[in-house]
């Protein structure tokens, strides 16, 4: 009957309840790093094992339209526009693959809608839905939704998409929607459950599906450019490997690139071949290493925290030497003890497990909020049984490591028991020596994770609290499209354009317009050349209007910004800022006046502006300023004090001036510049993160470690107290005994620290300034205060209770 | 600290002491209303069956425990109500304590062990000073030529009488001793109890608590404990004592 499993477990959770410390510090460590570990596990079960949930999906394949130059090196797996749809019609023709589907991803601006907004639009043909058998909340979509070659409009809305954008109205199949200057009747709505592949780019999801010959490429029939906005996936016959069908489609996908490529120039020897890949191998395709690392990291965090839990659980039996020696004088079996140990373990496994299991469903929303662009399927993401089954394993196998551990120091315990005081220094010297390596691998892997988070940490901030360079306030970035699939070239629409910026300004709200790119933007280089020297730049550029630099209040530091009159008459003049002026001030002459060629065209450098200093760039690269033709589809709004700019507003000035300008972007800068700097704010929230986890996971392994000692030598402590030691004279003698060790681990970390900034010199040298002092420093003291805490809180029992307390050696 | 109008000579003063255990389930009297006096240069001893309390008394009278009811002098210097600080002042100062299980320090070599109440004490000795007063106090005891051994080294019965030295180092006001032979063989346990008598003849007061009679009679005072109240009192020995 005693050690029936229910009274195992009734007297663990009586024998737990007297320690709460002990069972918060357990529960809450490993069910930190389990969860952590539970999350990953099931992020990577989906990625590598989990089927797609669409018919033979082992079957389906994503198409790579591969080109190889004359050397059959690979140059692009992009397709071409004409090649695709010859794909889709030789598949029509030879039925080569079970079936084929072209898909065209894109953004569109609802026109019909008052708001105007901008919806992520997939052009297909209508066997996509057949392929993937996509289950309908509402409609069907086969009936409507024609084939490559015919126009028939017709929409197909996301589920996401009715509930929020609208409002799940049932009226829905009733409505259209305006796309292009299409009007598109709704069709169907995909079931809340259908799950799309996100094969264009990870964390994209459709919110309507539109038949594709409505698609608006710029390249349609274009065979010298790519359109990487395509894509095709076929399903293998079922006999038939991938391999097997990309030889069969190659041959006419190749004769018609030779046909229609210049082959006797650029493209001479080039051929065309096809990849197949499974579409859940490419799913993951990009995800996977990174799952790798994540598993990799978490199972170092749960090994590192179950190295401390391990102290933890032998500071435990030590504390419960004498009644384990008791029950075993009594005729208990090792067995038995160890049941009684088990019990403990598992429950407190168990206890983990559940808060594990709270961790992980945390972790997997924190994945699907932040990580959605990042990691592959994670839409798909939710507690499964694989990460119940995970985590009883893990459970089961933490237990029993905890119990055979303590179970091992039991006989010695029991020994000493008998010889409370003699002969027992061989048992004290082997603790402490494991005592030593412990405690100074904690400090030196506490100090060296601490010290690396406040680097990072304080770089993050560094950038963040970094001048732009630019005046950010009141400042908007507006775009618009123009909606129609019947382009009539600029020159029809600059005119309007001029139109617009003239109603803008006559609004009270708005101080000035500069037609030109929002500074966030920054990709465009060009090369230029001194007239003089003939010394070539390859540099940043940008097309600005004459109101640029007002509008953004980027200061000019010496000549003039650009006039009415440059932008008008296209004067060839140019602006350069501080970064390239000292570039080209090197040869000792002056940079005003100086002639350099764009374009083939000597332009005149009339003013040197401030550097930006841009989230995405840690030093201000050189970058130079052009006119541009004083109107585009994108705008900085500069608003007036306390003024705001509504959107409906801006749809109507845009509605007013032309019936096809459509609103696409609409943004306060300071949110623009929030969206920038998400790198560095993620950065500084996992470097706290990262030192906060370290911390508490190196305070409760000390803590464990430290324990374990002051239990061993409760009675050496309670005669001390006995003979007349003080509290403060106990944590004196703790803490100089583990001093010297502590500090060990901090030289060892400060070693390890210089090793890896000469092995990664690159990198670290990024972060080695003057500023690691005051972050050395701000370790050392949290490193110090973890210490002098886990040489403390061990001892508090002992000192704030009455002597006898520790000389009885049992609670 | 506050002093009490008691008689200079009286080391120890305890006025209706009791103590009380108390669990979830049950509260337990493990001493109940003990009055008792020790004089300089008494000796005394505890005995009693098992659980009478002797060790509970033995804990109080050496302020490692504190009593749950009562007031309890030390040299006339009222300790009922000291701070965990105080005790260890006056544990350091006035009283020394020698276990039954020696309680000595492996680590530290013997002449560390018996220097050890001297390092935690209040006023602070010289090096020099430490040193003389630690081989006084092993010569006492016959144990100076095991100066540098560590106690692991040494027999039970020279364990015990290093543990004496060390309870004798600070010149406390009363040696406590918690069965001092319970640990060892009787050639032994005899050698000890000869060095407390010695050192009673030569003035130290001793409160010794045993259940072994032979030794228990060696004490001039004998105090028998049972169910947590004194059967006799020092007084009622005396007399029965002048009756014979």
Known sequence: MMWHPLYLFKHAYLSLRKVPYFVISIVSSIGVTMGALLAVLTLAYLMMFKPLAYPDSDRLMKINYQRFNANSVLQTESFIYPAAELLY???????????????????????????????????????????????????????RLDEAESYVPGAIISYKNWQSYFSGRKDILSQHIVINGISHPIIGITAENFIEPQLYKTGRDTQVWLPWKYNNSDFKEVWNFIDNQIVLVGKLHQDMTSQQ??????????EAFIKHSDIEGFYKNWNVNFHL???????????????????????????????????????????????????ASLGAKKSQLKALVFSEALLLMIASMIFALFIAKLGLGIMQYYFSENLARVNELQLSYITFVSGV???????????????????????NASLQTSGKGTATQVAIKSRVWLICSQISIAMLLVFSSGLLLQDAIRQLKQPLGFNSAQLMSIEFAIATLDWQGWSRYAPKVRELEQKLLLLPQIEDVSFSRTPLDDTLQYPLTDVKSNHKYYSLFRNVDHHYFNVLQQEILQGDGFTELDVKQQTQVLIVNQAFASILSADGNAVLGRKLLFDDKPHTVIGIVANLALPTQRNPPARFYITNFGTATFMM?????????????????LFEVDKQFALSKFEHMSKSIKVATFEHTLTASIAIFLAFITIFIASIGLYGILSYCIQMRRFELGTRMAIGAKGKDLFKLVLQENIK????????????????????????????TLQIIPVFLVTLGLISIMSFTACYLPLKPMIKHPVIYALKGND | MSQATVNTNTKIKMTNISKIFETEELETHALRSIDLEINAGDYVSISGPSGCGKSTLLSILGLLDMPSDGEFYIEGVNVTDLSLDEAAEIRNSKIGFIFQSFNLIDELSVFDNVALPLRYSKEKMSEQAIKTRVNECLALVAM?????????????????????????????????????????DSKSGDQVMDVLEKLNENGTTICMVTHDPRYADMARTQLKLLDGAILTTPDIVERVKAAV
């Not at chain 1, 933490?398 to 029991?414: E, G, P, R």
Request: hydrophobic content about 50%; charged content about 15%; aromatic content about 8%.
């Open chain 1, 89 to 143: 019609k030789s598949q029509q023709a030879n039925k080569i693959m079970s079936d084929m589907a072209m898909l065209f991803y894109t953004e569109e601006v609802i026109v019909s809608e008052a708001m105007q907004p901008k919806f992520s639009t997939t052009y297909i043909t209508n066997n996509w839905f057949e392929l993937l058998a996509i289950p309908m909340a509402l409609g069907d979509y086969p009936l």
């Open chain 1, 245 to 254: 069908a990309a030889l069969l489609l190659a041959p006419e996908a190749n």
């Open chain 1, 277 to 327: 890949v499974a579409i859940k191998t490419e799913l993951s395709a990009g995800s996977i290493n990174t799952v790798y690392v994540l598993v990799a990291g978490v199972l170092g965090l749960l090994l590192i925290t179950a190295t401390n839990v391990a102290n933890l659980f032998l500071a435990r039996i030590a504390s419960q030497r004498k009644n384990l020696a008791i029950s």
């Open chain 1, 393 to 415: 394993v893990v459970s089961f196998i933490l237990a029993c490591i905890f119990t055979q551990l303590s179970v091992k120091t039991i006989d010695y315990f029991s020994l």
């Open chain 1, 637 to 653: 709004v500069k608003l007036k004090k306390n003024q705001e700019l509504s959107r409906e507003q801006m749809i109507k000035t």
């Open chain 1, 741 to 768: 060790t502590i500090c060990i681990g901090i030289v060892v970390s400060m070693i390890a620290f210089s090793l890896l900034a000469i092995v990664f010199s690159d990198f670290i040298s990024l972060y080695l």
């Open chain 2, 144 to 184: 100076s030529h095991r100066v540098s051994h560590k106690p692991n080294q040494l027999s039970g019965g020279q364990q015990q009488r290093i543990a004496i030295a060390r309870a004798l180092v600070a010149n406390p006001a009363i040696l406590l001793v918690d069965e001092p032979t319970g640990n060892l």
